[in-house]
């Protein structure tokens, strides 16, 4: 009997990709570049399942012209790249990797809200750049972090995570504001307490945005938001692009309506607005919030034992619509 055949789409461990030899026909992208959408279409026609990575939009139309598809496994936890609802009506199983990086991700989290508060890269472009003769008590002088106010919006695994450092590790308040109340006892673990959006903008001195993207999260942070907050605040979006205007961004740090951003994910990425990139007080890093070896290993074969798990054995590890399974 032939393997039904997977597809991955872009380059992930040689070892993730033997283990999936063993049970499929692999077809995976070797190369560094992106398939484009079309190529993706032509490749996802007789596949069974398919390893993604967060760019490739299964939709409707992708889904349409793969009547064979049976799952898509995100190499990620966010999952705004999936139709989820589509899926579901044409009995495509859809799953993500939660969990296996959440530490990771609340690690650089708040490595991204040090260097920002801190103006680390911006004083190391400075060295580097010949410019440092002397010291001065003014130089580079950055934002306290020990003991303020952290804020956190989207307060899932891993606004928890950043939750639990600065509210253990550097002895902050902190403050969210999530779709939904936290149980007490997470809320005790994490030192957290609810307020309104309204008052987690106005009172946060470093907001962190952990929010899943989707059409409501949508520009969550905008020029209004923006407004409120403390001039003397940062801002790190380590979610998803959209949650954040970054033309409104880039115009609040160039006013110093605020003092500073760090951002690891940007609307349209691989592009970054234009005038994040001439604005000094950005920290800007290209999406490697997740990327630790042990970490992005354990995502990728989270990946694969979800494919193998449900074509194999009709039994994968983190379904996001489970109801596909009960029709299976
Ligand atoms: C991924 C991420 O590395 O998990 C997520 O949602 O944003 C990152 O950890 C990225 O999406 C590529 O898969």
């Not at 049970?23 to 190529?39: I, K, M, P, T």
């Not at 946060?204 to 905008?222: K, R, W």
């Not at 209004?224 to 205007?245: C, F, H, S």
Request: hydrophobic fraction near 45%; charged fraction near 20%.
């Amino acid at each position: 009997m032939s393997k039904p055949r997977v597809l991955v789409s872009r380059a992930i461990f040689p070892e993730v990709i033997a283990r999936l030899q063993e049970h499929f026909e692999v077809d995976a992208n070797q190369g560094d570049e992106l398939w484009s959408r079309a190529e993706f279409a032509a490749r996802l026609k007789g596949a069974a399942g398919a390893l993604t990575t967060g760019a490739e939009r299964i939709d409707e139309d992708a889904l349409a012209g793969a009547p064979g598809l049976r799952i898509c496994a995100n190499m990620a936890v966010g999952y705004n790249n999936f139709d989820v609802p589509a899926m579901t009506r044409r009995r495509v199983l859809a799953t993500n990797t939660p969990d296996v990086l959440t530490e990771t991700t609340a690690d650089f989290g708040f490595a991204l809200l040090m260097a920002t508060a801190r103006r680390v890269t911006e004083s190391e472009h400075y060295l580097r750049a010949g410019k440092w003769t002397r010291w001065s008590y003014d130089m580079f002088s950055g934002c306290e972090v020990h003991g303020t106010t952290l804020g956190i919006l989207g307060m899932g695994r891993i606004g928890q995570g950043i939750a639990r450092r600065g509210a253990h590790g550097f002895g902050m308040k902190v403050i969210y504001h999530n779709r939904s109340r936290l149980a007490p006892e997470l809320e005790a673990q994490c030192k957290a307490t609810y307020v309104s959006k309204l008052d987690l903008l106005r009172t946060a001195d470093h907001l962190v945005l952990v929010v899943p993207y989707s059409a409501q999260s949508h520009h969550s942070i905008g020029a209004a938001e923006l407004a409120q907050m403390k001039p003397t605040a940062t801002i790190v979006n380590i979610a998803r692009g959209g949650i954040v205007d970054d033309a409104a961004l880039a115009a609040a740090l160039r006013s110093k309506g605020i003092a500073a951003a760090g951002l690891d994910v940007f609307e349209g990425e691989p592009q970054v607005h234009p005038d994040l990139l001439t604005v000094p007080n950005v920290v800007l890093t290209p999406h490697i919030a997740s990327a630790t070896v042990p970490t992005r290993l354990a995502m990728a074969n989270l990946a694969a034992d979800n494919l193998i798990g449900f074509l194999v054995n009709g039994k994968p590890l983190t379904p996001l619509n489970p109801e596909v399974l009960q029709e299976h």
